[in-house]
Every structure is written in C-alpha cells, then in structure tokens.
T-cell receptor
Framework: QQQVKQSPQSLIVQKGGISIINCAYE??????FPWYQQFPGKGPALLIA?????SEKKEGRFTISFNKSAKQFSLHIMDSQPGDSATYFC??????????????FGKGTKLSVKP | EADIYQTPRYLVIGTGKKITLECSQT?????MYWYQQDPGMELHLIHY???????EKGDLSSESTVSRIRTEHFPLTLESARPSHTSQYLC??????????????FGPGTRLTVL
C-alpha cells in the first residue's frame, strides 16, 4: 500500500515557467511534509518542508501548498531554471512517532527544465 | 552541509562475493538508514537504526544485514552478492528540530554492480 502518491513521474518545463509537482497521502496522522531534491550522482537533500498548521510556505522560488481536507500537497517552482533539473521526492511522516517518524517517500518526479 | 560518508563510491564485484558497504557520519545522529535506489528512481528503505545496538528491517525485503556498534558507523553487508543486488545504496542519518519532523541527511551513495 503506497501511502504517498506523487505525480507526474516526469515533467518537462521551459526556462522561466512554473513547475508543479503533486502529492497525496492517506494517513491522516501525518503531520510533517518535506520535499527532497536529488541531482544525478548525489543523495537527496532537504529542499523545503511544511507542517499542517499552515496552508503555504515559500522559500525563494520554491513554494509548498498544503490542503489538509484533500490530503494533498504540492511543490511549485517559479521561474524554473535549467539548474533546477533534478528528481524531486515528496515525503510524509509523524513528528516524534518512533518508527512512524520514518519518512515515507513518494516515487519521485524527474524534472527537466529546457533552456 | 551534513557530514555523512560512504565508501566505496563504486563497486563492481562477482557473484557470490561477500561485500560490506561503509557509512559514517560525524554529526552524532542517533538515527541512521539504508535505502536502495535504482538511479533517479524510487527510494526503498531496507534497514534503519535508532541507536547503538538497535537495528530494524525496513519496508523492502533485503538479503543484506547491518550492524550498529558505534553511533557514527552503520555498515551494510551482503554475504553473497547476486546480480539482483545491482543498485545504488544510499545511507542517511537524521535529526529532528523542535516542532518539526526528522531531517534526513544523505550520503553520496555506493553504486554496486554484481556481475
């Protein structure tokens, strides 16, 4: 049973455009939702994270939108740049939840930003 | 940037050999993880540890074993490598900030090829 569903699997965006990646979760106990970015040959790295007490969080060109009632959250990359080309993973966990505190990752989205 | 190291970075080995993938972190994190990932694809949790002498199997069944004798060291061992073990192995450690979920810091990975 996949607890975090991520879409699309791949995404091609023109430079300057908006990239949008969506995730849906099933476990209503999840209360921490990070996004990780992975470049080829590297391990994933935390990009931005949100808690369910806010509906949006913005850091530079990256924004997380969170819809608790729909159990969905999304990553928006504004003014996408070729350097943003990477694989993006959404994740969810329960804060301080022992083994439930382990991150549950989506399957990833490969983003390519064309010049 | 977190200090988490994996060696070797690349390994090509014949079927039936015993191998140990090394992972070390200098941040004093209690929690550590091993993931299996085909390049750019889904992350599969295969082992995790919450501290010295604590190890648990993850979501993906794996023929590998792990040990945690020291906080900073979390090696993964395959007693008899097979071609089906060909993959990338990522090690991570994590820490939680007050009010937030755990942030996982990933190593660069070991790319294993079993002939």
């Amino acid at each position: 049973q996949q607890q975090v569903k991520q879409s699309p699997q791949s995404l091609i965006v023109q430079k300057g455009g908006i990239s949008i990646i969506n995730c849906a979760y099933e476990n209503t106990a999840f209360d921490y939702f990070p996004w990780y970015q992975q470049f080829p040959g590297k391990g994933p790295a935390l990009l931005i994270a949100i808690r369910p007490d806010v509906s949006e969080k913005k850091e530079g060109r990256f924004t997380i939108s969170f819809n608790k009632s729909a159990k969905q959250f999304s990553l928006h990359i504004m003014d996408s740049q070729p350097g943003d080309s990477a694989t993006y993973f959404c994740a969810a966990s329960i804060r301080g939840g022992g083994s439930q505190g382990n991150l549950i990752f989506g399957k990833g989205t490969k983003l390519s930003v064309k010049p | 940037e977190a200090d988490i190291y994996q060696t070797p970075r690349y390994l090509v080995i014949g079927t039936g050999k015993k191998i140990t993938l090394e992972c070390s972190q200098t941040m004093g994190h209690d929690k550590m993880y091993w993931y299996q990932q085909d390049p750019g694809m889904e992350l599969h949790l295969i082992h995790y540890s919450y501290g010295v002498n604590s190890t648990e199997k993850g979501d993906l069944s794996s023929e590998s074993t792990v040990s945690r004798i020291r906080t900073e060291h979390f090696p993964l061992t395959l007693e008899s490598a097979r071609p089906s073990h060909t993959s990338q192995y990522l090690c991570a450690s994590s820490v939680g900030l007050a009010g937030w979920g755990d942030t996982q810091y990933f190593g660069p990975g070991t790319r294993l090829t079993v002939l």
